[in-house]
């Protein structure tokens, strides 16, 4: 009885694995975490760039090419 129902469990899951729905959740899920971790990315280097720290700082910048950078960084992040 346990080894019958092992085995529909399994054929189950085999079936459930391959199923096309499954997949385009998997699929939107790794774009949705690659879409956040670049907002999440350009989220840090916007405050970095404001504070003057990190790969993004401003320092040495002229302040028209600082304001340009700015814009730039938060046209990115604005939704579309």
């Known amino acids: 009885m346990q080894e019958e129902n092992k085995k529909k469990n399994e ?8 199923s096309p729905l499954l997949q385009e ?12 971790k670049q907002e999440i990315q350009d989220k ?7 504070w ?6 401003t320092t040495g910048m002229s302040r028209d090419e600082r304001e340009a950078f700015m814009e730039m960084l938060r046209k990115k992040r604005a939704p579309n």
């Open 11 to 18: 054929a189950y899951d085999g079936k459930f694995k391959s």
């Open 25 to 36: 959740l998997l699929k939107r899920s790794k774009a949705n975490s690659e879409r956040n």
């Open 44 to 50: 840090y280097c916007e405050r970095g760039a404001e």
């Open 52 to 57: 003057g720290v990190g790969d993004c700082s």
